[in-house]
């Protein structure tokens, strides 16, 4: 594959493993498609498949498994603890390797006009590709979720980006788009005081003053007696793991606390890590192109 | 490619453009072999090949080339300040993805046999292939030179392991074997004095008493005016770069030096960069399967 897209659909059907399956299948023995992972949440009844591949064969997949989703999911009978307005809920398209954050957004219009063509499906456009500044954010457009969703989109201001103004009966709305890759990264400290670990996020996190890239919040982590600042990471080609990782070491300190490790959660580009590794080594005049597997992709 | 070898063959050619390039087209235009890199370099009057593929392809390709080589390269003419003992002198094999060291020793044994057949070439077998410990070495295996080898190899000892023990009279002989990825990674020094790099050199390298996967010795750059510990990581899974580099700044401390970077030659396998990455972020739970790309190359 000469140039690699990512795409990361989120379907609300965590509980059913036969339409899981197959809504994955789409996935399956495609020439330049390859299925990275796939999992189903009970409680949030909701499946999340990761799969990367060529941009057009991409493209192919993720409209048959959006065509299977809405013939297999009603949302009318939908239940789960988190926020979902449609059958396939969010689809974001990240560029990986000889791809562009353009061919992304232009890659992601196009699936939204197929399937809005195809399957008469509302569809907002979010993050890099969204219209409007105040439609950027997923959880503003999510806002009212299925239930609400028939009567949001008849405001002027939430007309879908293509589509009817009119909810699918039985499969809501969709949000696609494209960003950068999200990397999970937690930062577990040796308390148990979960003040401290809210403390630290609120300092690193852009909403409140922090950096640009980073969302975060303290989380307790019962089992071990201790607290965790949870951050996702959202473009770490701007703001890098290591800073992130430094600043809530020495933030930490000014409560006696020491960072006792940190953890990756599901999957992170090589070069996030790579990065790191050159500051720590404080590597000179390092080119990524110097990584063998890159060169071995290329 | 399912299953990945590279091979780092050496010929005895730096400065004879076409014959470097008739040499390096074996590699190029092959199903499963992908040519990384190739460089000549004049004074030493020798080629460097940096190639992967997958074993059978690779294998054939290896062949080729050094067919190629023997037919246009004349030892008996050759000089150059690297030492040297054959028109290919010597083709490792080192395993990369999906592929086992005893891959690549078997791999380097039907090579080594292929090769003293066709070509009437006696080969050595040396690192792990060797046939004796005290044949390892690919300097104890080329000493005495292309000019030594012919009364060498009617020694005993020194019979090859593959073809007669008389020397091709214009190819000389070439050791073959397998080995892990060396990464060639150099450590820079606030100071001019090349004797306290030299001093650390000998405290980390293995044969005067330090890790058991270093060689190491003082150099100077004149330009920057600093000296620079240059160091070959010949198994970067069992002796990290990060312990190296956090040896060598506790060691320069008692000269009252500072490390101020270092630098990776070449290639490098991203494992050796993302360990050194996990090792600084304290990651816990962390496995190599978590990144993307190794995911993508599966």
């Known amino acids: 594959m000469d140039k690699i897209m990512e795409c990361v659909p989120n ?27 796939y999992s189903g949440d009970e409680d949030h009844n909701r499946s999340v498949i990761t799969v990367v591949g060529e941009p057009e064969s991409l493209k192919a997949a993720v409209i048959e498994a959006i065509g299977k989703a809405i013939e297999l ?27 562009t954050m353009d061919e992304a957004v232009a890659l992601s219009k196009e ?31 999510r806002k009212g979720e299925f239930e609400g969703m028939a009567e949001k989109i008849t405001l002027p201001e939430w007309i879908p980006d293509f589509g009817p103004a009119k909810c699918h009966p039985t499969a809501g709305v969709v949000a696609i788009g494209a960003r950068m890759p999200l990397v999970a990264y937690n930062i577990n400290l040796d308390t148990d005081k979960l003040d401290v ?7 690193i996190r852009h909403v409140s003053g922090g950096y640009r890239f980073v969302k975060a919040m303290g989380v307790e982590l019962i089992d071990r007696k201790q607290v965790q600042v949870s951050i996702n ?43 790191s590794a050159a500051y720590y080594l404080g590597l000179e005049n390092f080119s990524i192109d110097q990584v063998l597997e890159a060169r071995i992709m290329e």
Do not use: C, W
Request: proline residues 4%; aromatic residues 8%.
């Open 11 to 37: 379907f609300s059907e965590g509980r059913n493993k036969e339409k899981i399956e197959k809504i994955t299948d789409s996935f399956r023995g495609k020439n330049n498609v390859k299925l990275l992972n």
């Open 73 to 99: 999911i009603d949302m009318t009978q939908h239940h789960g603890q988190h926020p979902r307005m449609g059958a396939v809920d969010v689809v974001p398209f990240i560029p990986i390797k000889n791809a």
């Open 111 to 141: 699936v939204a006009q197929e399937v809005s063509e195809r399957f008469g499906l509302p569809v907002f456009l979010y993050e890099k590709s969204a219209s409007a500044p105040y439609r950027e954010n997923l959880a503003a457009v």
């Open 197 to 203: 670990a809210q403390d630290i996020a609120r300092k």
């Open 233 to 275: 990471m959202t473009d770490f080609t701007r703001t890098a793991l290591y800073r992130v990782f430094e600043t809530v070491r020495f933030e930490a300190r000014r409560y006696g606390v020491n960072v006792v490790g940190s953890e990756i959660v599901g999957l992170v580009p090589m070069e996030a890590l790579i990065d």
